[in-house]
């Protein structure tokens, strides 16, 4: 059974730290990896998705890398915001299922 | 563009009644997914739709159970309920091929009590 784990669980930083989210999983039989931000009481947003043939994936301030034969995702924010506070949950994704992280609840403080 | 439309956004039910929690998925996606979010248990999956056939399924009880129509928008029903079922229900959109190199795109989620 897969399972996902991410570390930290809470994170609180000062706005405009550069800080890295991780993201470890037990089957490295996945397909692709999709970063997703989640805030109080809302749906998911899709961040970053990180193809089976894929290693890296930027989009403006953030990148996030995989490694599947060792079973780790990071997401790396630069330069974070207080609009970046939010919960970032990671998902691996197989047969059509998404198998979802912990989550990392996130506070940047001004 | 539109996103996925889920609605009702909010419901408040009686142990014991049944749900249904709809789902529009975005234009051309042929793929619904169901998930349960629960402070305890986070996100789980329940279930997948593609071109209206049940394709794939998590642990959950018979109680829960859906269905997508031809024009792709899936409805979830949930029976007998009981108070454990409070929870955030997230619906997934995808274009459907087991093997994509798309994401998932989910709406903002219908939040059902049960009291």
């Known amino acids: 059974k897969q399972e996902v784990t991410q570390i930290p669980a809470a994170l609180s930083v000062p706005e405009g730290e550069n800080l890295v989210l991780n993201c470890s999983f037990t089957d490295s039989a996945i397909y692709n990896l999709q970063w997703f931000r989640q805030d109080p009481g809302k749906g998911l947003t899709s961040l970053l998705l990180?193809?089976?043939?894929?290693r890296e994936q930027t989009s403006g301030r953030l990148n996030a890398s995989l490694d599947k034969s060792s079973g780790r995702s990071t997401l790396y924010i630069a330069a974070s915001q207080p609009g970046d506070s939010a919960t970032y949950l990671c998902?691996?994704?197989?047969?059509?299922?998404?198998?979802f992280g912990t989550g990392t609840r996130l506070q940047v403080t001004l | 563009k539109a996103g996925v439309t889920q609605t009702p956004r909010y419901l408040i039910k009686t142990r014991g009644q049944q749900v249904t929690l709809s789902c529009s998925p975005i234009s051309g996606h042929r793929s619904v997914s169901w998930y349960q979010q629960t402070p305890g248990q986070g996100l789980q999956f329940l279930f997948e739709y593609f071109s209206e056939t049940q394709r794939n399924k998590g642990n959950f009880p018979g109680r829960f159970s859906g269905r997508q129509f031809s024009n792709s928008r899936s409805e979830m029903n949930v029976s007998t309920l009981e108070l454990g079922d409070s929870a955030l229900y997230l619906c997934a959109s995808s274009p459907g091929a087991v093997l994509s190199n798309y994401g998932y795109t989910f709406g903002s989620g219908t939040r059902l009590t049960v009291v």
């Open positions: 990180i193809q089976s043939s894929q």
């Open positions: 998902a691996v994704i197989l047969a059509s299922k998404l198998t």
